[in-house]
């Protein structure tokens, strides 16, 4: 249609995403007038499910939630409740959960990166044509896959929402012979997430810069996943740190008419956090190889474009390789696979880095243990009001581009930030209106 009469773009299946959502674009004389991401994914009701379990429960209960990244949901559940029952897990314990969490984190980085992402900037459909016209590139993504999900299976005990984790720990510790087998595996893993660095790092990408604040876990002197406090910038050498327990005070939640997903704002200012907000703020103590890569990439101290999102995880992988062999090199068994963690009365916050940034969990406790209140906040939730303000910005530069090359170009940048929208259908429709 023309565009004085309206322009109306459909995309009746967007796979590589994970979740329901719906993409209306707005133009008015020449502009873009609104950007609404819808997403209607159907509610799970999991923190209203949580209230009246025992505080030994929610570890298990919310690794449901997601199938990609259940290890986040089950740390940031545990700090909580453990902040709250006044229990601290230190020493080899804490490093073997620190261990697990690399593995997810080589799970699903490299899932985006070789399926889900990689298609866009090679003009592929799909990651079956990219195995079919380039079976060695897709080889190298699965073995180093295969890396993250041995971790996951020997510490979690199975790949896909771990059952061996419980309050305190573990109910198991891994044995001598697995953790050595694991090494061996790592240290071939290597070599294949360096060669990935370098193979996105020679993409094409299109100019953008993100104009949003960053939000991160900041713990200075390594890379921050599973402690710290929670740190801000905001592109103009301004920022500020705030802990864990302050995270509400910060970060606002709000309904939005079209979307079943509430957006949050940080300080009343849009924010990003996951992968670029980390590098940003925490580069510094990347691992030598992964810090080595990403000057190579030509990253800088920042990098601001979503685009180059993938080089950035990119990076994640080698540095979560790089940590997870030096945890295996230093470990010793502990005396114990958990340490006890006792009810009572409180409140309690825990933060860890999923893979797509910040998740924050908050549990209030009766003496008994019993669960009076939840709260969690994804952060796919945090990002959607960023992606609805990139958008706006990138259709509106690109109004020049017919319906198909317009809707691949927002199909990309939706997948910059890899959201999991659900861990259902993958569906996105896409409706321009030109007038």
């Known amino acids: 249609m023309s565009h004085r009469g309206g322009r109306r773009l459909q995309v009746g299946s967007l796979t590589r995403v994970e979740g329901e959502a719906a993409l209306r674009v707005a133009v008015r004389d020449g502009a873009v007038e609104n950007v609404e991401l819808n997403i209607y994914e159907p509610p799970r009701f999991f923190e209203a499910l949580l209230r009246g379990r025992a505080h030994t429960e929610p570890p298990d209960i919310t690794a449901r939630i997601c199938g990609i990244c259940p290890v986040a949901y089950q740390m940031s559940a545990c700090q909580a409740i453990e902040a709250a029952c006044g229990v ?4 080899p314990l804490a490093q073997l ?3 697990l969490y690399w593995g997810e984190w080589i799970e699903s980085h490299t899932l985006h990166v070789y399926l889900l992402h990689a298609p866009d900037f090679l003009r592929l459909p799909d990651a079956l044509t990219l195995a079919r016209d380039r079976r060695p590139l897709v080889e190298r993504g699965l073995r180093l896959k295969k890396a993250g999900n041995a971790i996951v299976e020997i510490l979690g005990g199975r790949a896909i929402h771990p059952v061996n984790v419980r309050l305190g720990g573990f109910y198991r510790l891994p044995t001598r012979e697995e953790l050595a087998g694991l090494r061996t595996q790592l240290a071939a893993a290597l070599d294949d997430a360096v060669e990935t660095v370098r193979w996105v790092a020679g993409f094409d990408f299109p100019e953008r810069e993100l104009r949003a604040d960053f939000l991160a876990l900041h713990d200075p002197g390594r890379y921050a996943v599973d402690s710290g406090v929670l740190r801000t910038s905001d592109g103009l050498g301004g920022g500020s740190e705030f802990g864990v327990a302050e995270f509400g005070a910060h970060v ?3 309904q ?3 979307s079943t997903a509430l957006h949050a ?3 009343g200012r849009r924010y990003v956090t996951g992968p670029l907000a980390r590098y940003a703020l925490n580069s510094a103590w990347l691992s030598p190889t992964a810090r080595a890569l990403a000057d190579e990439a030509g990253l800088g101290a920042e990098c601001r474009n979503p685009f180059r999102s993938i080089v950035v995880r990119s990076v994640e992988v080698v540095h979560a390789v790089e940590d997870a062999l030096r945890i295996l090199d230093a470990y010793r068994a502990p005396d114990r696979a958990h340490v006890d963690v006792p009810p009572r009365a409180g409140v309690g916050h825990g933060a860890t880095e999923a893979p797509r940034g910040v998740l924050h969990h908050r549990y209030r406790l009766d003496a008994d243990g019993t669960v009076l209140a939840a ?3 994804a952060p796919t939730s945090q990002n959607q009001n960023a992606i609805e303000a990139d958008l706006t910005e ?3 530069a690109h109004l020049h581009l017919d319906d198909a090359e317009l809707t691949r170009l927002c199909e990309q940048a939706i997948r910059n930030y890899d959201p999991c929208i659900s861990c259902a259908a993958h ?3 896409l409706t321009v209106d030109r007038s």
């Open 97 to 99: 959960r620190r261990l």
């Open 252 to 254: 606002v939640e709000h």
């Open 394 to 396: 990138l259709v509106a």
């Open 256 to 258: 939005v008419p079209h």
């Open 265 to 267: 704002t940080l300080d």
């Open 375 to 377: 709260t969690i906040v």
């Open 88 to 91: 601290t897990v230190e020493g």
């Open 427 to 429: 569906f996105l429709d």
